[in-house]
């Protein structure tokens, strides 16, 4: 048995008595809502709020609206004559994308000062009109909001429309797992002398078939995250000293290449089919006017006209079809632009702008949580084991770069730890660091790599160098030695091996019985017994590892360090949790 929804059966009881209105209409309406529990309850609900008072039927002879159209003055939702239509009417889709957009002038928004707004009537006309006027886009609408989620079957693909976080640095984004279209709140405002709005109904309409075509991809989307995930849980779990993700890293950026790219594609069909709507008919220098930055990652200027770049095939309709070609074609006119700053001479590609201050990439947006997954799983697969294997990625082949990256506001959370990585790059291969730039203390900043010396002031461990080195001074003197360069050198190699040991301080050091090698000691406040010290060792040959050879070794010995304080953490709040349940009973073993 249907659950009785009162508010909405007054609204279909009101659409029932209107003129025009027949009888087989008010059934292909009670047949929709019947057959769709979850929309029938939403709607219920905005009609039990006073947002939804009544359906209505398109005066005929008006042009035809796909979606429908809500006032939400009146609170009346208008139905198109279309969906009654024909032997496979869509009243069901439009009901769907109704709920969204009724929904959608209930929210608010966050502006750029912070405060709270509510969607204003023009938002909601700029968003419906969007959707209307281009007869493809409003299909693809349709066709989202009642697709089932593979991922998720008991969701549609599309189920809301919601905003985009302040200067978030994108035009629009889909959420999959919300089934959530995010919008920019300034995009939907029609522009004034005293309005932040950017209103254009040409970028709207390709944006918003951009981003729906994100949802179509959502499934393709995650089987690859998954198999990356697998992949980099493997190389992290594997021996050798060094692991080099970056064909794991090429790889994922791959994946996001061709969901942006067929996205694109999805935006130019929207943007056709809008311009031909509003004309009647369609050129390529009707699309060049509409939307020009956005339209050259497809045409160009040739003589009076244009003409599609080489890559790229158009139907005779100058729709654009989703072959392998024009897939990759789109990679490259639209995914590979570089940022201004990385723009080579003879490139005439618009440059890319995204994230804090468009001063991203595709390729560095995509490796960002790629990065975040490899440090997280070499994190899990280090415990217990010996020295961790040394991340390597070679970030000229990848087209990565460290510090756009961490200007555009790099993720590592929730750990927020650096991730100390070998650029291969170079030969040898340089020791960098990403570090979590999204909040805090370096947010939006490049955080340089730490000095390799540890003898320089401004090194995070230059403090416990300047232990080390104070005790193997001492020690030279006591042999008779005058302290030099070897022992600032062997100084730093036992500094970074009491680091990557475990040692938060060193003091005191002393040589082996044989002299072939130095310990450094940390003994606990007001012990003597030497019962509970931590020891470390390190060759006393390492007096002839120049400084910066060691001090390469340590944003690996950090880590080791900063992984097992907190495996120490985790089994310290074990113990605990264990003593406040108090005794406990065994059985079947024996007593003391």
Do not use: C
Not at 175 to 188: F, G, P
């Amino acid at each position: 048995m249907a659950a009785p929804h009162p508010a909405l059966d007054a609204a279909v009881q009101q659409f029932a008595q209107q003129p025009g209105v027949s009888l087989a209409d008010v059934s292909a309406l009670r047949a929709a809502l019947s057959a769709d529990p979850d929309v029938s309850q939403r709607l219920d609900t905005q009609a039990a709020r006073g947002a939804l008072n009544g359906f209505a039927l398109a005066a005929a002879g008006t042009p035809d609206r796909p979606v429908g159209e809500y006032d939400r003055t009146t609170g009346t939702m208008t139905l198109p004559i279309s969906a009654f239509a024909g032997s496979h009417p869509d009243v069901g889709a439009v009901l769907r994308v109704q709920a969204m957009v009724t929904e959608f002038g209930a929210k608010s928004y966050t502006d750029a000062a912070g405060v709270s707004q509510a969607v204003t009537p023009d938002m909601l006309n700029n968003l419906q009109g969007t959707l209307n006027n281009s007869p493809a886009l409003a299909e693809q609408i349709k066709r989202a909001a009642t697709t089932t989620d593979p991922l998720q079957p008991s969701h549609r693909i599309l189920e809301s429309f919601a905003f985009t976080a302040p200067g978030a640095g994108v035009g629009g984004s889909f959420n999959a797992s919300d089934h959530a279209m995010n919008l920019v709140s300034e995009s939907l405002m029609t522009r004034g002398a005293h309005s932040s709005g950017t209103y254009n109904p040409h970028d709207l309409t390709f944006v918003i078939g951009h981003e729906v075509q994100h949802g179509f991809n959502a499934q393709a989307a995650a089987q690859a995250r998954t198999v990356f995930v697998h992949d980099v849980r493997t190389m992290a779990a594997s021996p050798g000293p060094v692991h080099d993700y970056t064909a794991l890293i090429e790889r994922h950026i791959q994946s996001g290449r061709d969901d942006e790219a067929g996205a694109q594609i999805a935006g130019w069909n929207a943007l056709r089919s809008r311009v031909q709507h509003d004309q009647g008919h369609v050129t390529l220098t009707d699309m060049a006017n509409a939307l020009p930055a956005r339209t050259a990652d497809f045409i160009e200027r040739h003589g009076a006209g244009f003409v599609a770049h080489g890559n790229v095939q158009l139907n005779p309709d100058l729709s654009m079809p989703f072959t392998p070609a024009n897939v990759a074609a789109m990679g490259h006119n639209y995914f590979d632009r570089p940022t201004a700053a990385h723009r080579q001479p003879g490139d005439n590609r618009n440059p890319m702008a995204l994230a804090h201050s468009g001063v991203e990439d595709y390729p560095n947006y995509y490796a960002g949580w790629a990065v975040a997954t490899i440090g997280a799983e070499e994190r899990a697969a280090s415990h217990g084991r010996g020295p961790a294997p040394q991340i390597q990625i070679n970030m000229q082949h990848a087209g990565l770069y460290e510090d756009m990256m961490e200007k555009a506001g790099l993720n590592l959370a929730p750990s927020k730890q650096s991730i100390p990585y070998l650029d291969s790059s170079t030969q040898p291969a340089t020791q960098h660091a990403f570090d979590h730039t999204a909040d805090g203390p370096h947010q939006y900043q490049h955080v340089p790599v730490a000095p390799q010396r540890l003898d320089d002031p401004s090194h995070p461990d230059h403090a416990l160098y300047q232990q080390a080195r104070g005790h193997v001074v001492a020690l030279d003197q006591s042999l008779g030695r005058t302290p030099d360069v070897h022992t600032d050198q062997l100084a730093s190699a036992a500094a970074v091996q009491a680091r990557a040991d475990g040692l938060q301080r060193i003091d005191m050091v002393a040589l082996s019985t044989d002299g072939q090698r130095l310990w450094s000691v940390q003994t606990p406040p007001g012990r003597t017994d030497h019962l509970f010290d931590l020891r470390t060792s390190v060759p006393t040959a390492e007096a002839m590892t120049p400084m910066e050879q060691s001090g390469a070794k340590w944003p690996q010995a950090m880590q080791q360090f900063e992984q097992a304080q907190q495996q120490a953490q985790g089994q310290q709040v074990t113990q605990q949790q264990m003593q406040s349940q108090g005794p406990v009973m065994s059985h079947g073993g024996h007593g003391m």
